[in-house]
């Protein structure tokens, strides 16, 4: 869509609690890699679709400032509770001083460490997952926690158009190691009988999943 198009859509959509509207003003002002945040459209929208499937346990995996996380909290069923994991302790700390100031600080669990050690060690079973990290692990992460995953349970997998770029490995062109590990993990989700799923073309791309089955 053009610029027109979206800008007409953001205003006609509910718009984002004072936490996170301050979250991203202190993203876009302070730092160059503000594009890694969800941002309002994108977060209106998982927000809804949390509300919707009203999960117990969220499982996000890359927690950046802590907006997305805020935005499941938003559609937990009651008692429910977000687990966010990151590596970085730099955003950690920063995501825990915004998030402790919200509405929702006693139903977001922070976990500091490699998601890849981190994941098999849960004891929940999770109702909705949130893959936001290094692209060069979103399969190795969608392994991970697909057992752990009821049925009838769901993912979502951002930056998955990858600015486009994903073209470059659907038509041979020469791409780079993200590039080629969001497009395997493409091709592995529509090839995965026990799933349904549906690429939304929404900001970066985000790969809506359900589990149909173990």
């Known amino acids: 869509m053009n610029e027109e198009l979206i800008k007409y859509a953001e205003t006609y959509t509910a718009k984002e ?3 996170l509207r301050k979250i991203a003003q202190s993203c876009y002002e302070s730092r160059s890699d503000s594009s890694m945040l969800s941002g309002f459209y994108q977060g209106r929208v998982l927000s809804l679709l949390t509300k919707m499937i009203q999960p117990k346990v969220v499982l996000e995996i890359g927690t950046y400032l802590g907006y997305s996380a805020l935005c499941f909290a938003e559609g937990l069923a009651p008692g429910g509770k977000v687990i966010t994991l ?9 995501a825990v001083s915004f998030i402790e100031k919200s509405d929702y600080k006693d139903r977001i669990e922070f976990r500091l460490g490699n ?3 981190i994941i098999p060690q849960l004891d929940e079973t999770l109702d909705l997952v949130f893959i936001d990290a290094d692209k060069e692990n979103y ?3 969608y392994r991970l926690v697909f057992e752990k995953l009821r049925v009838g349970g769901c993912i979502i997998a951002d930056n998955v158009l990858w600015s486009g770029k994903v073209l470059q ?3 041979g062109k020469e791409h780079g190691p993200n590039t ?11 090839a995965d009988k026990r ?3 549906v690429l939304l073309p929404v900001r970066d791309g985000l790969m809506l ?3 149909e089955s173990d």
């Open 17 to 19: 609690s004072e936490t």
């Open 86 to 94: 990151d590596v970085n302790e730099n955003m950690h700390a920063a």
């Open 115 to 117: 998601a890849l050690e």
């Open 139 to 141: 399969s190795n992460y």
């Open 169 to 171: 490995a659907e038509n």
């Open 180 to 190: 080629q590990a969001l497009h395997e993990f493409n091709r592995m989700i529509l």
């Open 195 to 197: 799933v349904s799923n």
């Open 209 to 211: 999943i359900r589990k």
